[in-house]
Nanobody
Framework: QVLLVESGGGLVQAGGSLRLSCAAS????????MGWFRQAPGKEREFVAR????????SYADSVKGRFTISRDNAKKTVYLEMNSLKPEDTAVYYC???????????????????WGQGTQVTELS
């Protein structure tokens, strides 16, 4: 059983930066990939970024490409999301998720991830 705990959210000025962390715990943690998703009020949860755990290969949503960077520290079992040049539309609850296998699609859909954190709020103050 994997427990994911996000941290690092908060209030940030327009154009500011935040770094989110997601720490995993559990006796064995070896996901195929880790992802970040977000959900704004009244909207569906959407893909933000994902990283393959072994290779480090990354993928981003077009809306955050060039502004957000996902990374991981395998030894610490932690994945990060560095967010720069934040915009009002980035305001949302951010969730990290673990994907156990490559079965399925490209890793951009919520159903491909089996373990989720509780979320952390990011609010851009325009």
């Amino acid at each position: 059983q994997v427990l994911l705990v996000e941290s690092g959210g908060g209030l940030v000025q327009a154009g500011g930066s935040l770094r989110l962390s997601c720490a995993a715990s559990g006796r064995t943690f070896s996901p195929y990939a880790m992802g970040w998703f977000r959900q704004a009020p009244g909207k569906e949860r959407e893909f933000v970024a994902r990283i393959r755990w072994i290779s480090g290969m990354t993928s981003y949503a077009d809306s955050v490409k060039g502004r957000f960077t996902i990374s991981r520290d395998n030894a610490k079992k932690t994945v990060y999301l560095e967010m720069n040049s934040l915009k009002p539309e980035d305001t949302a609850v951010y969730y990290c998720a673990a994907r156990s296998s490559s079965y399925g699609g490209l890793g951009v859909a919520t159903y491909e991830y089996g373990s989720w954190g509780q979320g952390t709020q990011v609010t851009e103050l325009s």
